[in-house]
Nanobody, 123 residues
Framework: QVQLVQSGGGLVQAGGSLRLSCIMS????????MGWYRQAPGKERTFVAA????????NYADSVRGRFTISRDNAKSTVYLQMSSLKPEDTAVYYC????????????????WGQGTQVTVSS
């Protein structure tokens, strides 16, 4: 079955950086777009970033554009989220996701989810 296993995250001070990783197994990683989402306490899960199968095309939520970078290594079946200039409002559980398409389009729903990773940014 498809599995997405996340690592990274933790506690960081405002202005700091963190990197999240997500390794996928059970499907052909190089054929699928990948994404990251987050869910803050008491709020809905929201889109953060996505990357097409080739790694060339990326999409970002306005709230993270210029601070977060999504990337992928198809040889390692891994997608990354590099987070910089972190703010307290970035505090959330972050989820990686895979889609049933090679490229991301607005409001595309993921096919599978990772287990979630807590990111806490202190002020």
């Amino acid at each position: 079955q498809v599995q997405l296993v996340q690592s990274g995250g933790g506690l960081v001070q405002a202005g700091g950086s963190l990197r999240l990783s997500c390794i996928m197994s059970g499907r052909a990683f190089g054929y699928a777009a990948m994404g990251w989402y987050r869910q803050a306490p008491g709020k809905e899960r929201t889109f953060v970033a996505a990357i097409g199968r080739s790694g060339v095309v990326t999409n970002y939520a306005d709230s993270v554009r210029g601070r977060f970078t999504i990337s992928r290594d198809n040889a390692k079946s891994t997608v990354y989220l590099q987070m910089s200039s972190l703010k307290p409002e970035d505090t959330a559980v972050y989820y990686c996701a895979t889609y049933n398409r090679p490229t991301y389009v607005d409001n595309l729903q993921p096919a599978y989810w990772g287990q979630g990773t807590q990111v806490t940014v202190s002020s």
